[in-house]
C-alpha cells in the first residue's frame, strides 16, 4: 500500500490532466492535502505540476519537488509557513507571494528551528525567506528574485529577525531590495551573490556573526553595519556599489570589527566609517584588502580614532582617504598599507619605504568641508586650484594620515583565480560588458 500523501497526489494530478494549460490559482489542486496526509518525518515526492498554496507545514517533513513541481501562492499572504522544527523545502518553485510588506509576505517564512530551505527557485515573491526567532536552519543554494516592482518597494530576499545560529549559504539574489540581519547572532553568511538591489547585507544590532566569500555586484550599498559589534567580513568581492550613497562597506557605531582580504572596487566610496569603534577601549582591524578604482578609497565622517589599517592595497582611488568635516584621520593607526601614489624608495631592500607616506590635503579640502563644494569635485576649476596650492601653497596643507612603513609592492591574497573567474561570469549582467576583475588583474601585474 501506498503512503497516504500518494491518494491525494493522484487527485491532484487527475485534475490537472482535466485541466491542461496554465490553471488559475483558485482551481489549482492543493498542496497543503499533500501535507496533511503525509507522515511524520516521512519524505514526500508528489508528481510534477503546478499546486496552489499557501502552505503550512506543521510537522517534520522532507517536501522534494524535484526542481519540477510549482506552488502558487495565489497572490496572498505567504506561499509556504514552515510551524515546525525539522523540516526540509527542496527543489521547489515558489511564486506568486502577496504583496503586504507588513505581514512580510514571502515564498517562505521559517517560524521554527532546525529547517532547511534548500535548491529552491523564488520568483515573484515580495519577501524570498523571512526567519524570525528562528535558531539552526539552513538558507542555501536558492534563487531569489521579487517582484517586478520599483527597488524601493521590493522586499528583502533573506531577513533574519531575532534568530541565532543560522546559516545563509550560496545563494543567488537579483532584483530584489536588501538582504537584512536584525538583531541576530552567530549566523554565518557565506558564498551568497547578490546583483540589482539596494542593501547586500545590512546588519543592525547583530552581533558576532561571520560573513565570507560573498560576491556582491551592481548594488546601491554592499555591506553596512549599524550598531553592529564583533563581526568578522572576509574574502568577499564587493564592486560597483554607485550612485550618491554608493559604499562598499561601511559602519555606523560599530566596534571590534574585523575587516580581512576583502576586493571593494569601483565604487563611489569603499570604506565609510561614522563614530566607529564605538565601545570605549575597542578597535576596528582592517587588515588586507584590495580597495581600489572607487571615487574616495576610504571615508570618514569626522575626527575619530581606534581603527587600525594594515597591509591593506590603494590603488587607483580618485581620493585615498577624506575625513568629511575638518580635522585628519591621524588618530587612527597606519602602518604597512600599499599606496599607488607614494614617491618613496626602498633603497635597503627590506619591501617598505624608507621614508613615511604622508597624505596632505591642499585646496581638495574643499569638497570635504563644505558639502556644496562637492558637486564640483574633479572638475578642472578645482583641479586647477589644487595645482597651484601644492605648487605654492598659500597656508600650510593639513596632514590627513601618516603611513610610517608604506608597502613597495602590490600583493594581494584574494580569492582563488578559478573562483574569481567563476563568480565574475555568474553575476556580469550587474555591469554588462565589464570584466572587472580581469581590468584589475592585468593592471597590477603590469605594476
Known amino acids: ?62 517536501i522534494d519537488g524535484g526542481n519540477g513541481v510549482t506552488i502558487d501562492g495565489g497572490g496572498k499572504g505567504s506561499v509556504v509557513v514552515l510551524k515546525t522544527d525539522g523540516a526540509t523545502l527542496r527543489s521547489l518553485r515558489l511564486v506568486n507571494s502577496g504583496n503586504s510588506h507588513n505581514d512580510i509576505d514571502a515564498a517562505v517564512q ?42 524601493g518597494v521590493r522586499g528583502d530576499a533573506i531577513r533574519l529577525w531575532y534568530s541565532f545560529d543560522n546559516r545563509v549559504e550560496d545563494n543567488v539574489i537579483s532584483r530584489s531590495r536588501d538582504v537584512v540581519v536584525w538583531y ?81 572596487l569601483y565604487s563611489a566610496t569603499g570604506l565609510h566609517l561614522d563614530v ?41 582611488n580618485l581620493t585615498q582617504v577624506a575625513v568629511l568635516g575638518g580635522d585628519t584621520a591621524r588618530r587612527n593607526d597606519w602602518a604597512g598599507n600599499y599606496w599607488d601614489d607614494y614617491a618613496g624608495f626602498d633603497r635597503d631592500g627590506d619591501g617598505l619605504g624608507d621614508t613615511p607616506y604622508d597624505k596632505y590635503a591642499y585646496a581638495d579640502r574643499l569638497w570635504m568641508d563644505v558639502p556644496s563644494a562637492r558637486f564640483f569635485k574633479g572638475t578642472p576649476m578645482l583641479e586647477v586650484l589644487d595645482f597651484l596650492e601644492r605648487l605654492a601653497p598659500f597656508s600650510a596643507p593639513a596632514l590627513l594620515l601618516r603611513d610610517e612603513k608604506p608597502l613597495m609592492q602590490a600583493a594581494f591574497r584574494g580569492q582563488p583565480d578559478d573562483e574569481r573567474r567563476e563568480a565574475d561570469s555568474a553575476v556580469k549582467e550587474a555591469a554588462p560588458g565589464e570584466n572587472a576583475l580581469e581590468q584589475l588583474r592585468r593592471s597590477l601585474e603590469r605594476d
Open 1 to 62: 500500500m501506498g503512503a497516504p500523501w500518494q491518494g491525494a497526489a493522484a487527485a491532484a494530478l487527475t485534475l490537472a490532466t482535466l485541466f491542461p494549460g496554465e490553471l488559475r490559482a483558485d482551481v489549482l489542486p492543493p498542496f497543503q492535502a499533500l501535507v496533511d496526509a503525509a507522515a511524520v518525518d516521512s519524505t514526500l515526492k508528489p508528481p510534477a505540476g503546478r499546486y496552489a498554496g499557501p502552505l503550512i507545514v506543521d510537522k517534520p517533513l522532507i
Open 110 to 151: 521559517v517560524r521554527g528551528n532546525f529547517n532547511h530551505v534548500i535548491d529552491n527557485e523564488i520568483v515573484d515573491c515580495l519577501f524570498g525567506v523571512d526567519l524570525q526567532q528562528s535558531e539552526f536552519n539552513v538558507v542555501r543554494g536558492n534563487r531569489i528574485r521579487s517582484k517586478d516592482v520599483d527597488l
Open 184 to 264: 541576530s547572532k552567530n549566523n554565518i553568511i557565506s558564498g551568497n551573490r547578490s546583483s540589482g538591489g539596494r542593501y547586500s547585507l545590512h546588519f543592525m544590532y547583530s552581533q558576532y556573526n561571520l560573513v565570507e566569500n560573498n560576491d556582491f555586484r551592481g548594488n546601491s550599498v554592499g555591506i553596512f553595519l549599524m550598531y553592529s559589534d564583533s563581526v568578522t567580513i572576509r574574502g568577499n568581492h564587493i564592486s560597483h556599489a554607485v550612485g550618491a550613497a554608493g559604499v562598499g562597506i561601511g559602519f555606523k557605531e560599530t566596534s571590534d570589527v574585523d575587516i580581512i582580504d576583502n576586493e571593494i
Open 276 to 316: 566607529s569603534p564605538y565601545q570605549p577601549d575597542t578597535t576596528n582591524r582592517v587588515r588586507g584588502n584590495l580597495i581600489a578604482y572607487n571615487g574616495i578609497g576610504i571615508q570618514f565622517l569626522n575626527d575619530w580614532k581606534g581603527n587600525v589599517f594594515s597591509d591593506n592595497l590603494l590603488k587607483g
